[in-house]
């Protein structure tokens, strides 16, 4: 089973503006509508949509939580999450017409007690096994600090489950101690880890990534953005993938779709770069709608026929 572990869910209210966004100017709203928000849940709705079994995991909040659940619902995606006390958090993803991404503005979440955190230690305990998959995607909440974070995937790892991480910063820092299977920081999350910025020849990465692997992590995916991906492996081969050209309307939850798809590929003939080459197609149909979650898969099968990957080592 692959269960994906959303730690500060989340619900996504999509603006629609008939025009491009402008400062000191009365931006009308055509429409507006809620999808699922979060991270992990949205690996969860690539999984289902791709027919995959999964179960999407995590803390929501009492109030609001229940959407959440009855959005994810109608991806068929089966959720058990820890229920507490406090409102689920809401994020507000700002897309126009002008073809230059959206804008995200989120709230911060409700604490994690101490009670709720030991039922999440206890799920992971009782219900995973070996051979399963755990995806851990975006930033924990207020109340759970590194040492929280770490315990959660080193119970993950002692049920010899394969562990995919995607968060950043010092929870980044964190993760690597336990070693994942696969770990995707963004460039941005990657350089602020690195401590160097504005790369601009993808060979310079490659030490990095070399290092990362050197610790036990055994496969680092570098994802760039609109200029595709780099992906080290265990085997220390090492690729770029370019994706295909699009129109960007809704960049929101696209690295969790990414993420999404690579865990697919895995959970289907195992082969880890086509997985990413097929992420990169569930992406990129991801970004070219206006939701915040799924994919098109008559758009997935024409951009596919568009990406190309090269050896770098």
Do not use: W
């Amino acid at each position: 089973m692959i269960y994906t572990f959303t730690l500060n869910t989340a619900i996504d209210r999509i603006i629609y503006f008939e025009e491009e966004l402008e400062r000191k100017k009365n931006n009308k709203i055509s429409h507006y509508l809620y999808d699922v928000g979060g991270k992990a849940t949205h690996v969860s709705i690539i999984l289902s949509q791709l027919g995959i079994d999964n179960i999407a995991a995590g803390f929501i909040g009492t109030e609001k939580g229940g959407l959440l659940k009855e959005l994810l619902k109608e991806y068929n995606v089966k959720s058990e999450f820890i229920v507490q006390e406090g409102k689920t958090r809401e994020s507000f993803v700002l897309v126009d017409n002008s073809g230059k991404g959206s804008f995200m503005i989120t709230e911060k979440g409700f604490t994690v007690n101490e009670e709720s955190y030991e039922k999440i230690i206890g799920y992971i305990n009782e219900k995973l096994k070996k051979g399963d998959v755990a995806v851990f995607a975006g930033g924990p909440p207020p109340g759970i600090d590194e040492e929280k974070y770490r315990r959660l995937l080193r119970a993950a790892n002692e049920k010899d489950a394969k562990l995919f991480v995607d968060c950043s910063g010092k929870f980044l820092k964190t993760a690597i101690l336990e070693t994942p299977f696969l770990i995707k920081p963004n460039k941005d999350e990657f350089e602020e880890f690195i401590s160097k910025s504005g790369i601009s020849d993808e060979n310079e990465y490659i030490p990095y990534m070399e290092k990362l692997l050197d610790s036990g992590v055994k496969n680092v995916l570098l994802s760039l953005g609109k200029d595709g991906s780099m992906l080290a492996m265990e085997n220390r081969e090492v690729y770029r993938v370019y994706p295909p050209k699009i129109k960007e309307i809704n960049d929101t939850g696209a690295g969790d779709s990414f993420v999404g798809g690579v865990v697919a590929g895995i959970a289907g003939n195992g082969d880890l770069l086509e997985a990413v080459k097929s992420a990169t197609a569930i992406s990129a149909s991801k970004v070219a709608s206006g939701m915040s979650s799924g994919f098109n898969n008559e758009e997935v099968e024409e951009f596919l026929k568009e990406i190309k990957i090269k050896k770098l080592k």
